[in-house]
Structure formats: C-alpha cells, structure tokens
C-alpha cells in the first residue's frame, strides 16, 4: 500500500476524514453505455449478417481465422479500455479533511494526480447544479478558490449533494479560523472597516521657551529652504548663483 | 496465414506485459480496504477466459492456406 500524507478511508487516521466523494455515477453514464456498446456492437452484427443471409462467405474459408483474430484483439483492448475507464471512476475521489482538501485523479493504468489545499485559506465556495441529469439526481460541481495572488482553485466535479459539501468547507474554514485565532488577521487582510482605536493620551501642553532674535532668524532660514518644492528654485538659490542641484 | 498468427502472438505477449506493470502499479498505489482487489480479479478472469476461447477458437481452424483462400468456400 501507497504511503500517503493525508487520511485515506481504511488508514490510521480515518477519523479525521470529514468529507469522502466519488464522482456521481450519473455522471459516468455515456461512458457505462459506450463501453456496453463497444463490446456488444460486433456481435450484433455478426448476429445480423448470420439471419439476414447478407454474406455468408465471411463465416467460411480462411476469413474466419482473420475474423477469430481480430475479434479477440478487440475483446482484449476492449475490456482493458472498460476497468480503466472504471478504475478512472473509482479512484477519482476528494477528501475533505479539518487541514486540507485532497483531490484525487487517476489517469489510465499510470498516472495518478493528487492536489492538496489547505482549508485555512480557502476563500470562496461555490456550488453549481447544471443540466437535467444533476438536477435528476442532485449532482453538480463544487468550486473552491484560495485567497492567494494565483487564485489556485481546486473543482471538485459531480459530487453528489454539492451544496452541503460547499457549507461544510465554509464550517470548516471558520472552525479553523476561530481555533488560530486569525479572526482579525482575516479581517484585516479583507479590508473589513473595524472600529478606530482611541489615540493615546497626550501630556498637557506646556508654553514653548522664548527664542532669541538670532535663532529666530535660523529657523526662519531653515523655514524657507524647506519650502521649496522639488524642481523648483528658492529664493535663497538665486542668491548663491553658478549651477543649482535640482533634486 | 501464419503471418496474422504470428502479429496475434506477439500483440498477446505485449498486451500481457502491459497488464502486468499496469496491474502492479495500480496495486502498489491503492487505498487500504477498496474494491480494487476484487475488481482486479474480475478483470484477470475476462481477459483469461478471452484468451483461451481464442486460442480454442485457432487451434481448431485451419492456418495452412494460402492467404489468397481467404473468400475461398
């Protein structure tokens, strides 16, 4: 068995699984009946050319050897299509856990996908039940977004009963939020108005000390030198003459 | 006709090699207690009970003839 990083059903751990979701079978359908198709279709037609007399050469001669191996490659292939078309169902799961999400995604015999987001920073959810077989058998995806820069998302696609899966990700958000105690980070973080905080208390204000005539003139010197605008020329400047440092 | 006999082994010997590194990677990859042993073994019966209706199915037909007979009654 794989060793993973997260609870997995039948693992230690399974306790902390929160939210375990295959895809809906519904929404395999096209796939179920294509399959059942694709292994039936050669035998109807045989089937058709044997009671119709359309040709019957083909069941004689050596055609029937051409026809026993092509049949046979095509059973092989074709079953081997059907269980990973069913293995793609069956291991295409979520896991919902109080940290994380965990998307599962099997693709064919060898390749295996799995995404992990963590349920602290979760931002938005939304649950969305499109199309007459969802709504027949209450299916639909479930967008998950993040706060970051990136916008990483995570869709969990035709799992069943979406929407009490979106508000159980919202529960679980707040719950960690509230167990971190990042209420106000959040807030914060959000833009959200919060109320001033009271400035301080000021000293009592005490008279400034008398200034002879000769520091009076300094401070009325320094004065003018920091009212000049960037780019522009004091008066002060002109006074001193050759080139002028514009900052 | 032994041409097609000869490609249909050769395809067979590819095809189980495949099955074999497929199967035992999903193997090495799946959850504790899922369904996958049984659906494994399902998987392993067809494909068996496929290959040896084929092979029933050749050793009783007559691959000698010229690939020209193919239509021949």
């Not at chain 1, 050897?65 to 799961?93: D, E, Q």
Request: net charge negative; charged share 20%.
């Amino acid at each position: 068995m794989a060793e993973y990083h997260f609870p997995i059903p039948g693992a230690k751990d399974e306790k902390e699984i929160v939210v375990f979701a295959r895809r809906h079978w519904a929404s395999f359908l096209g796939q179920f009946v294509l399959s059942f198709l694709f292994l039936v279709i050669p035998i109807i037609i045989l089937v058709i050319i044997y009671v119709f007399n359309f040709d019957r050469r083909i069941f004689q001669g050596l055609a029937v050897n051409f026809l026993t191996l092509v049949l046979s490659a095509y059973y092989l292939v074709g079953i081997t299509f059907a269980f990973v078309a069913w293995m793609s169902f069956y291991y295409n799961c979520y896991i919902i856990t109080r940290q994380e999400i965990v998307e599962i995604t099997q693709v064919g015999f060898f390749g295996r996908k799995i995404s992990q987001l963590s349920v602290l920073r979760v931002q938005d959810v939304t649950s969305s039940i499109n199309g007459l077989l969802p709504t027949l058998f209450s299916y639909g995806n479930v967008l998950v977004e993040t706060a970051s820069e990136q916008k990483e998302s995570i869709i969990l696609q035709s799992v069943p009963n979406p929407q009490e899966i979106s508000s159980k990700i919202m529960a679980l958000h707040d719950e960690v939020i509230a167990s971190e105690s990042r209420e106000q980070q959040i807030l914060d973080g959000e833009g959200t108005l919060t109320p001033p905080k009271a400035p301080p208390p000021s000293p009592p204000a005490s008279p400034p000390p008398e200034k002879t005539p000769e520091q009076e003139l300094l401070t009325g010197e320094k004065a003018d030198e920091d009212q000049s605008l960037e780019g522009e020329i004091s008066k002060n400047d002109l006074d001193k003459g050759g080139e002028i440092e514009i900052k | 006709m032994y041409i097609f006999l000869i490609i249909w082994f050769i395809f067979l010997f590819i095809y189980i090699i495949f099955n074999i590194y497929g199967l035992i990677q999903v193997l090495a990859k799946r959850f504790k207690g899922d369904a996958i042993g049984r659906a494994v073994l399902i998987y392993l019966i067809l494909m068996f009970v496929i290959i040896v209706v084929s092979i029933l199915a050749i050793s009783r037909l007559d691959w000698g003839k010229n690939l020209k007979d193919i239509f021949k009654i």
